[in-house]
């Protein structure tokens, strides 16, 4: 066999060869893919967490009914400079601050719910903390007071517990500040000199309207609250996103409480406006508070404008929408700041 019949030969071979593989790829039977199973993620419902007891008419926080149902307390707390920080103001549901006599504020703390172990520095009336009192009939805490206050005070027949006529037992002074700044009591004590005083154990007013659930006002953003008293008072609130409530300052430092150096917070600002004049050579004022005036409502990072009415002394302060409505306020802690009109108001 010649070289050109071999090489005929090969070519017929590998030409065999290709169309027999290319027939076994065509015949070779197809195999399924087993499908891929997908787990789907179970999706697990939170269950509403069961709210305890009835809700405070302070607050809008649950608690046991037997504590709801107490006769509100309202404690005058120091703010000098030399009084900080307060002992107990955290524990406090609503919270007024008020000028006094320049340039310094005072607090007032309505409680409630709770009992804090310790409450001061604690300090005097004016006759505009006396008024506000008597929105809650609220047994009232301090130590003096101006003459008017103290005019006030009995004949308004407040439930009063005064440092200036109670024991050491009910108050006391305290090592680590100095006088006056340095009056405390517990709210303990304060229990139980209501009791002892033979004052009615339940209160008689009107509460705020508060949403069952958290709500945005649908307002400007406002997330910074800065309140110019005066060059030497200032009040701000900067606001915790992840939280939903407000940090506050004063005087550029963090506002903390004393029992265990927690920030003390917000979750609704109120900002009302007052009309107020100067008494005399003391400084004492004059803050009208029966009338009506403008304002600003403040939570979950937004702003409003708003307007109060109060129409007696013993009436409850009201605050609307511009359309009327009454606001509704968030489940928390309240501080309620009374200017006057001229203050600087500063919202970022």
Partial sequence: MGIKTKLILLAIIVALGVTSCKKEEIEEPMIAEEPVMVEEEEIFEEEPVEKLGIPSPLSGIYGEEERVNRRPVAVMFDNHHGAR?????????????????????????????????????????????????LEYDAVYVRVGGSNQAMKDVKTLKIADIDGLSSSNKVFWRVSHKKMPHNLYSSMEAIRTSQEERKYRMLG???????????????????????????????????YQEEDKIYSRYKDGKLHIDEID????????????????????????????????????????????????????????????????????????????????????????
């Fill in 85 to 133: 920080w307060q002992s107990g103001l955290k524990d406090a549901e609503i919270i007024y601050e008020f000028l006094v006599e320049a340039p310094y504020s005072r607090y007032m703390g309505i409680f409630l719910l709770n009992d804090p172990p310790s409450l001061g520095p604690i300090r005097s009336a004016r006759p505009y903390f006396v008024t506000t009192v």
């Fill in 204 to 238: 008689e007013y009107t509460p705020f309207k508060f949403r069952e659930e958290d709500y945005n006002i649908g307002g400007d953003r406002g997330e910074k609250v800065t309140i110019n008293y005066n060059k030497n008072n200032k009040t701000e609130y900067i």
């Fill in 261 to 348: 150096d927690s920030p003390i917070i917000a979750k609704n600002i109120i900002i009302q406006e007052a009309k107020t004049r100067v008494l005399d050579k003391e400084g004492r004022l004059d803050i009208q508070l029966i009338g009506e005036g403008s304002g600003l409502f403040i939570t979950n990072g937004q702003y409003m404008d708003i307007k109060w009415v109060k129409r007696s002394r013993e009436g409850k302060t009201l605050y609307y929408d511009l359309d009327g409505k009454e606001i509704e306020l968030n489940t928390g802690i309240t501080w309620i700041q009374v200017i006057e009109p001229k203050t600087e108001v500063i919202i970022e």
